[in-house]
C-alpha cells in the first residue's frame, strides 16, 4: 500500500510540475432565417502526423422539409502575410434529403472560408464561406451544389457571439434549380 501511495504522489507532482498546453475552444452555433435553420458544431482537430485544421458538423432544416446534414474539414491554407487576414480551405460533404420524393442528394464539395478581422479591439469579423460541388462530385438527382454564405460576426459576452448575415444555398436538380436558401439570417455561437 506505501508503493501505491509514493507512486501516486509522483505522478501527481510530475503532472503538476509541467504546464498544461492551451485547450483549444469548441463551439455549438445556430441560425435563424425567415423560414429556415441551421445548427452546427465545430471544434478544432489536429490527427496525428497530418495537418491541424477544424472539423464542423452541421443540420439544416427549412419549411419545405429540406433536411441537410454536412460535414467539413477546413485546414489553414493561407495567411497571405496579412494578420488579420485568414483563409481556411477543405472537403466539406454534404447529405440530403429534399421535401419532393424520391429526390436525395449526396455531394462531396471543396469549400473555402475567408474571415477578416474589421476591428481588432471589438473583435468584430466578416466572413465568408463558399463550397462548390461539381457533377462528377454530386450523387443522386442533382447535378451541383452551391452553397455561399456572408456573415459580421460581433462578440455579446466572453462565450458568446452575435452572427448576422446572408445565405443562398442550392442544388441543380436534373429537372432544374432547387433554392434550398436565399435570404439574411440571424445566429448565435457559443464557445466552449
Not at 495567411?79 to 454534404?94: D, E, M, Q, S
Request: charged share 25%.
Amino acid at each position: 500500500m506505501p508503493l501505491r501511495s509514493s507512486l501516486l504522489c509522483a505522478l501527481l507532482v510530475a503532472a503538476h510540475s509541467f504546464p498544461a498546453p492551451a485547450r483549444a475552444q469548441g463551439a455549438a452555433e445556430v441560425t435563424l432565417s425567415d423560414e429556415a435553420m441551421q445548427l452546427r458544431y465545430l471544434a478544432p482537430w489536429a490527427p496525428a502526423r497530418g495537418v491541424a485544421g477544424e472539423v464542423g458538423l452541421g443540420v439544416f432544416l427549412n419549411e419545405d422539409r429540406d433536411l441537410v446534414i454536412s460535414a467539413q474539414y477546413f485546414f489553414e491554407a493561407n495567411r497571405l502575410g496579412n494578420r488579420r487576414l485568414t483563409i481556411k480551405a477543405g472537403p466539406v460533404g454534404y447529405g440530403a434529403m429534399l421535401g419532393d420524393e424520391n429526390t436525395d442528394v449526396f455531394s462531396i464539395a471543396l469549400g473555402a472560408e475567408a474571415r477578416f478581422e474589421l476591428l481588432r479591439r471589438q473583435e468584430i469579423y466578416l466572413v465568408a464561406r463558399f463550397a462548390y460541388a461539381p457533377d462528377i462530385l454530386t450523387f443522386g438527382t442533382a447535378d451541383n451544389l452551391t452553397d455561399f454564405t456572408a456573415q459580421v460576426e460581433l462578440p455579446l459576452t466572453n462565450r458568446l457571439i452575435g452572427i448576422a448575415g446572408y445565405r443562398r444555398f442550392e442544388f441543380e436538380l436534373l429537372e432544374g434549380d432547387r433554392e434550398i436558401e436565399d435570404s439574411l439570417e440571424l445566429g448565435i455561437r457559443y464557445r466552449f
